[in-house]
């Protein structure tokens, strides 16, 4: 049975979803899953030998990501990158299917220059727009961004991006990553 540890970080509670829905995927294909916010206090005590696999997730937030991302990596880069591991960033510009390309998408290339952990595998998983739910200098700010991206600025909009379907195919390509000859 493999064993996956699944991080996250969230913000309002979609890449939580996100993360959630890899969990249910790996848990179905026979794995064995821990699923940690990683600014619970589960977070604090992972024993990292215990996985054969890490997959760390977050959402971007105007153009970045939380600091407490950036510090639990620091805090654990080397046992990161001691595992078979992968990246997954979420945000909504990635709802324009050449942004889910790492290459073509600035907020990955952000991650990867920023970050004390370089991750062997990337993937990038478009967010949810949920006008209603943010206060409203967040929703004034996002309006300008989708406008200057040619997205949704309707207040009202209410918009999951996330292609459900391929967050399970990345469930399951997170399982090809193991090592077998570690095992
Ligand atoms: C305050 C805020 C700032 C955001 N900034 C960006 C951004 O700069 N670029 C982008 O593509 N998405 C941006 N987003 C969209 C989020 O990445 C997307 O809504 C994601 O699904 C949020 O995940 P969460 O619910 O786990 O926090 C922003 C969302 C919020 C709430």
Not at 7 to 31: P, S, V, W
Not at 74 to 84: D, I, K, S
Not at 89 to 109: D, F, G, M, T
Request: one cysteine or more; hydrophobic letters at 45%.
């Amino acid at each position: 049975m493999t064993r996956v540890l699944v991080l996250y970080f969230t913000r309002g509670g979609h890449t939580a979803k996100i993360a959630n829905a890899i969990a249910d995927q790996l848990t179905f294909r026979g794995a064995k899953v821990d699923l940690v916010d990683i600014n619970s206090a589960a977070a604090t005590c992972i024993n990292w030998p215990d996985y054969e696999v890490v997959a760390l997730g977050a959402c971007v937030l105007y153009g970045t990501y939380d600091k407490s991302v950036f510090k639990f990596i620091e805090q654990h880069a080397e046992a990161l990158g001691a595992l078979p591991n992968s990246f997954f960033c979420v945000n909504v510009v990635a709802r324009n299917p050449e942004k889910r390309i790492p290459e073509n998408n600035k907020y990955l290339q952000k991650f990867i220059a920023l970050s004390p952990w370089t991750p062997a595998d990337l993937k990038i998983i478009a967010g949810k727009v949920d006008y209603p739910s943010w206060p409203w200098y967040d929703r004034l700010m996002i309006q300008l961004i989708m406008k200057m991206t040619k997205g949704p600025t309707d207040p009202k909009s209410v918009i999951d991006y996330t292609d459900w379907a391929d967050v399970k195919v990345y469930a399951d390509h997170l399982l090809e990553l193991v090592d077998v000859t570690a095992i």
